[in-house]
């Protein structure tokens, strides 16, 4: 199957259950790597901590997204009614914060909602026309019931006989397979 | 965390009271009574593989014969309803039945039914997450499909009865634009406030079922056969891998859409409630009416899920995934919310009383008492008794019992904002301005067509998306959980 022309991704070793997959991804972690990645049809409780992953820090933009729609919302009430062509409607103030509140909630949650989508997806490197990972034909049952862990051969710990062993024998993966860029 | 439960829970005799005078070595673990015990939210053990199969499955296999008459009709009520938007369009307002004083009538009636109903999806989606009520997992993606489609049946509503819509649209006063004076939309209205709800409602509940297709659109993408079905799954999943490193940051996004969501679905119906509560009319001019058009429209909404879902799961053999008790969890909804419906009907009777103004006493005896009273009866009987059936579980877990009361909840909540609205304006202060709405047959017809294009568009969500989150229920399953036997844990813990 490798065929020396291309070059490799990496190691993708295969999985039963969620308890295999969330062992392997310890020994994985306490095994040093930093470039592999575990693939799970459903998120599984207590995977970031089995990788050793940071909190996902995507509650930034929305924050930065919400901040953003607040003051746009106050901005463009103050703006239309007070600046531009002030108009006294029914005896009442031109501008208060009061009155602008409603609007400037929604384009707070708004803003704050698109923040997250493209935050999200940002952290994610997302999207994404070409992953090798999805040319393997085993690797379609990620999204069904299968469990994975991949090792990219980009990884300064990547040796491919030695990974190779480690996640076929140490980590009990039930099949092993090479997969080019 | 999860992981120290489940272990303490296995190991619970290891850490013995020091304090007492016997140390007991091993405490004795009594398993939970029978009655305790919960149904499980997948039924018979179904593994992985046979809920994708299941529910991947309804989008790629020929739609059932049922289906195809059933998506005639409703295209026909949808080309009915343009239609006679069109006919309204091009003659104006006139073609509807209404006049003055009553000019608000089937059309604000039908916007904030169709509203109404679009909040449970939104609470199904968000609330309950953020309380983590796993139940919601199976009924979330068609309940907030169904609310992306209800928010477009009402969005028409507004949008038309202003008659020239061209103004309404642009320049105009549905926007924030300046009008052919220069002067802009003024914000103290309620009217504007509301257009800004509606529009982030339906854009946010859209972002928010669509990050949670994502996964289950790669799914899709992993088992398309055809060269067609691979580039438009594969074009939306966004090259979705499942990888671990990227479910941390969806898992994260997720619980913020839902955070932000609570407060947006808690919003929009107050705000569309200050449409008619921040006016001097008597009958509209109370505080009561935000909290209470909320839980009137998740009434509503559970109504509508049940509808929707109760002949899905049997028509599609889906009742090991959405299973009786999930049905029994959307009718305790619906009885507590009916419950503060019926609750708030009272209430407004008693501070019309208490409050002492008699323009608003008389406008509530007018509703219960005057011309129509017919339509203030039938709210009655449909959402203050009709929900009360559901104290009995026997009728909770009756799939065709829940059905039918699920329609008559959705009539009872077309007949609440029918009678709040025309009720309130047909008698005006001065007697010499009363009147009597009576709908044309364009009014009619138009809102019997927004049943259409709303059936057309569930339709076609059924036939070309999972109509239930598939990688959500997959995490909810025993299998799927690694210190639980049948996710692969070892006996020893």
Same mark, same amino acid.
């Given at each position: 199957?490798?065929?020396?022309?291309?070059?490799?991704?990496?190691?993708?070793?295969?999985f039963e259950t969620p308890a295999a997959v969330m062992d392997?991804a310890i020994?994985?972690?306490?095994?040093?790597?930093?470039?592999?990645?575990v693939?799970t049809p459903f998120p599984i409780h207590g995977m970031d901590e089995a990788?050793?992953?940071?909190?996902?820090?995507?509650?930034?933009? /929305?924050?930065?997204?919400?901040?953003?729609?607040?003051?746009?919302?106050?901005?463009?009430?103050?703006?239309?009614?007070?600046?531009?062509?002030?108009?006294?409607?029914?005896?009442?103030?031109?501008? /208060?914060?009061?009155?602008?509140?409603?609007?400037?909630?929604?384009?707070?949650?708004?803003?704050?909602?698109?923040? /997250?989508?493209?935050?999200?997806?940002?952290?994610?490197?997302?999207?994404?026309?070409?992953?090798?990972?999805?040319?393997?034909?085993?690797?379609?049952?990620?999204?069904?019931d299968r469990f994975?862990?991949?090792?990219?051969?980009?990884?300064?710990?990547?040796?491919?006989?030695?990974?190779?062993?480690?996640?076929?024998?140490?980590?009990?993966?039930?099949?092993?397979?090479?997969?080019?860029? | 965390m999860a992981t120290a439960a489940a272990a303490s829970h296995h190991n619970?005799?290891?850490?013995?009271?020091?304090?007492?005078?016997?140390?007991?070595?091993?405490?004795?673990?009594?398993?939970?009574?029978?009655?305790?015990?919960r149904?499980p939210l997948v039924?018979?053990n179904r593994s992985l593989?046979?809920i994708?199969?299941?529910?991947?499955?309804?989008?790629?296999?020929?739609?059932?014969?049922?289906?195809?008459?059933?998506?005639?009709?409703?295209?026909?009520?949808?080309?009915?309803?343009?239609?006679?938007?069109?006919? +309204?369009?091009?003659?104006?307002?006139?073609?509807?039945?209404?006049?003055?004083?009553?000019?608000?009538?089937?059309?604000?009636?039908?916007?904030?039914?169709?509203?109404?109903?679009?909040?449970?999806?939104?609470?199904?989606?968000?609330?309950? !997450?953020?309380?983590r009520?796993k139940w919601?997992t199976?009924?979330?993606?068609?309940?907030?499909?169904?609310?992306?489609?209800?928010?477009?049946?009402?969005?028409?509503?507004?949008?038309?009865?202003?008659?020239?819509?061209?103004?309404? +649209?642009?320049?105009?006063?549905?926007?924030?634009?300046?009008?052919?004076?220069?002067?802009?939309?003024?914000?103290?209205?309620?009217?504007?406030?509301?257009?800004?709800?509606?529009?982030?409602?339906?854009?946010?509940? +859209?972002?928010?079922?669509?990050?949670?297709?994502?996964?289950?659109?790669?799914?899709?993408?992993?088992?398309?056969?055809?060269?067609?079905?691979?580039?438009?799954?594969?074009?939306?999943?966004?090259?979705?891998?499942?990888?671990n490193?990227?479910w941390?940051?969806?898992e994260?996004?997720?619980?913020?859409?839902?955070?932000?969501?609570?407060?947006?679905?808690?919003?929009?119906?107050?705000?569309?409630?200050?449409?008619?509560?921040?006016?001097?009319?008597?009958?509209?001019?109370?505080?009561?009416?935000?909290?209470?058009?909320?839980?009137?429209?998740?009434?509503?909404?559970?109504? *509508?899920?049940?509808?929707?879902?109760?002949?899905?799961?049997? +028509?599609?053999?889906?009742?090991?995934?959405?299973?009786?008790?999930?049905?029994?969890? *959307?009718?305790?909804?619906?009885?507590?919310?009916?419950?503060?419906?019926?609750?708030?009907?009272?209430?407004?009777? !008693?501070?019309?009383?208490?409050?002492?103004?008699?323009?608003?006493?008389?406008?509530?005896?007018?509703?219960?008492?005057?011309?129509?009273?017919?339509?203030?009866?039938?709210?009655?009987?449909?959402?203050?008794?009709?929900?009360?059936?559901?104290?009995?579980?026997?009728?909770?877990?009756?799939?065709?019992?829940?059905?039918?009361?699920?329609?008559?909840?959705?009539?009872?909540?077309?007949?609440?904002?029918?009678?709040?609205?025309?009720?309130?304006?047909?008698?005006?202060?001065?007697?010499?301005?009363?009147?009597?709405?009576?709908?044309?047959?364009?009014?009619?017809?138009?809102?019997?067509?927004?049943?259409?294009?709303?059936?057309?568009?569930?339709?076609?969500?059924?036939?070309?998306?999972?109509?239930?989150?598939?990688s959500e229920v997959k995490a909810v399953t025993p299998q799927a959980d690694p210190h639980h036997p049948l996710g692969g844990a070892k006996g020893h813990h």
């Amino acid at each position: 199957m490798s065929n020396s022309s291309s070059r490799p991704h990496g190691l993708l070793a295969e999985f039963e259950t969620p308890a295999a997959v969330m062992d392997a991804a310890i020994l994985c972690r306490d095994a040093g790597f930093s470039k592999w990645d575990v693939y799970t049809p459903f998120p599984i409780h207590g995977m970031d901590e089995a990788m050793g992953l940071r909190k996902s820090p995507v509650g930034w933009f /929305t924050f930065a997204g919400g901040c953003t729609g607040f003051f746009t919302g106050m901005t463009m009430i103050w703006f239309m009614n007070k600046f531009d062509y002030p108009l006294v409607v029914g005896g009442k103030p031109l501008f /208060t914060p009061l009155f602008a509140f409603p609007v400037s909630y929604e384009m707070t949650i708004l803003l704050g909602a698109f923040g /997250t989508l493209f935050g999200m997806l940002f952290l994610n490197r997302l999207p994404r026309l070409h992953n090798p990972l999805l040319k393997v034909e085993r690797f379609k049952r990620a999204s069904n019931d299968r469990f994975f862990i991949c090792i990219e051969a980009a990884d300064s710990k990547y040796a491919s006989e030695a990974t190779r062993q480690f996640l076929a024998e140490t980590c009990h993966a039930t099949a092993v397979e090479y997969v080019e860029e | 965390m999860a992981t120290a439960a489940a272990a303490s829970h296995h190991n619970p005799g290891k850490k013995g009271s020091s304090d007492s005078g016997i140390v007991p070595p091993v405490l004795k673990v009594y398993d939970p009574p029978k009655e305790l015990e919960r149904e499980p939210l997948v039924l018979n053990n179904r593994s992985l593989g046979w809920i994708t199969d299941s529910i991947a499955g309804i989008c790629e296999n020929p739609m059932p014969k049922w289906w195809w008459p059933v998506f005639v009709l409703s295209a026909g009520g949808m080309m009915l309803m343009f239609s006679l938007v069109a006919y +309204l369009i091009s003659t104006g307002v006139g073609v509807w039945g209404l006049n003055q004083p009553a000019d608000w009538a089937w059309d604000i009636t039908n916007f904030v039914f169709w509203i109404g109903i679009g909040h449970a999806g939104t609470l199904i989606s968000a609330v309950l !997450f953020l309380l983590r009520q796993k139940w919601r997992t199976s009924i979330n993606r068609a309940a907030e499909a169904m609310t992306l489609f209800a928010v477009a049946c009402a969005g028409i509503f507004p949008v038309v009865h202003t008659g020239r819509v061209w103004f309404a +649209l642009y320049p105009g006063f549905l926007f924030p634009v300046p009008n052919a004076n220069a002067i802009w939309p003024q914000f103290r209205s309620p009217l504007l406030w509301d257009v800004f709800a509606v529009s982030t409602y339906g854009t946010v509940s +859209l972002l928010f079922w669509y990050v949670g297709l994502i996964p289950d659109l790669a799914t899709l993408r992993d088992r398309a056969k055809t060269l067609i079905r691979k580039f438009a799954y594969g074009l939306f999943s966004l090259g979705w891998t499942n990888s671990n490193r990227h479910w941390s940051n969806y898992e994260k996004a997720y619980l913020i859409f839902a955070g932000l969501s609570t407060p947006l679905v808690l919003s929009v119906h107050s705000i569309v409630s200050f449409d008619f509560a921040v006016s001097q009319v008597p009958g509209w001019h109370t505080t009561i009416f935000p909290p209470y058009f909320v839980a009137g429209a998740i009434f509503s909404g559970f109504g *509508m899920v049940l509808t929707l879902l109760i002949p899905m799961r049997s +028509l599609f053999g889906l009742e090991d995934i959405i299973t009786k008790r999930h049905i029994e969890l *959307m009718c305790k909804v619906i009885l507590a919310t009916g419950s503060i419906v019926g609750y708030a009907y009272g209430m407004e009777f !008693f501070i019309a009383w208490y409050g002492g103004s008699p323009y608003e006493l008389y406008a509530f005896k007018n509703r219960a008492f005057g011309p129509y009273a017919w339509a203030y009866w039938s709210m009655i009987t449909c959402n203050v008794i009709s929900p009360h059936l559901f104290w009995s579980r026997k009728l909770r877990t009756w799939p065709l019992f829940v059905w039918f009361v699920s329609i008559v909840v959705n009539i009872g909540m077309w007949f609440e904002r029918f009678v709040i609205i025309v009720t309130s304006l047909h008698r005006d202060y001065l007697p010499s301005s009363w009147g009597y709405f009576t709908p044309s047959w364009v009014d009619v017809f138009t809102f019997v067509g927004s049943f259409g294009l709303f059936m057309t568009l569930f339709l076609l969500f059924i036939r070309f998306l999972p109509a239930i989150a598939i990688s959500e229920v997959k995490a909810v399953t025993p299998q799927a959980d690694p210190h639980h036997p049948l996710g692969g844990a070892k006996g020893h813990h």
